[in-house]
């Protein structure tokens, strides 16, 4: 089976948020640990979706809902490393497309680890996809279209 790839523009990037690592982060191999990565690029796509105005849930039952994750790691992070979370989207399609993250310590300018995370919007009242929002795509004038 093929290794994943992963390969992002760099105008595609349109966000940038610290997280430091926690004690509790740390896995028994003294780094952090695969399940607070996941963690870390959660809280990192809710800042960035804050910093936009665009709620997970709307007050209709509309939100964005994950559908995939793709990880590569780098780099080893350690306890009460401060690592920069970039955040970006591409290739949006009618019902939603992919985030996207480079996480990378600052303090030696090490790349740790790139993520993307696929999304389409969802009703939750009815349970089915739903079309991404006007104004959610127009907030990300470069982002390519793939439909």
Do not use: W
């Not at 780094?31 to 990565?37: D, I």
């Amino acid at each position: 089976m093929p290794r994943v790839q992963l390969d992002f523009p760099d105008d595609q990037f349109y966000f940038s948020t610290l997280l430091t690592v926690r004690a509790t982060d740390i896995n028994a191999a003294n780094h952090v640990g695969n399940e607070s990565m996941i963690a870390m690029v959660s809280e990192a796509r809710s800042r960035f979706l804050f910093a936009f105005g665009v709620p997970e849930t709307g007050l209709d039952g509309n939100g964005i809902i994950v559908t995939d994750l793709a990880t590569i790691y780098r780099a080893e992070a350690y306890r009460r490393d401060e690592l920069l979370f970039d955040v970006g989207v591409m290739d949006f399609n009618k019902y939603g497309g992919d985030l996207i993250y480079r996480i990378t310590r600052p303090r030696d300018e090490k790349l740790i680890a790139m993520a993307k995370t696929g999304f389409v919007f969802y009703d939750y009242k009815a349970g089915r996809v739903c079309p991404m929002p006007d104004d959610f795509r127009a907030r990300f004038d470069r982002v390519n279209r793939i439909d």
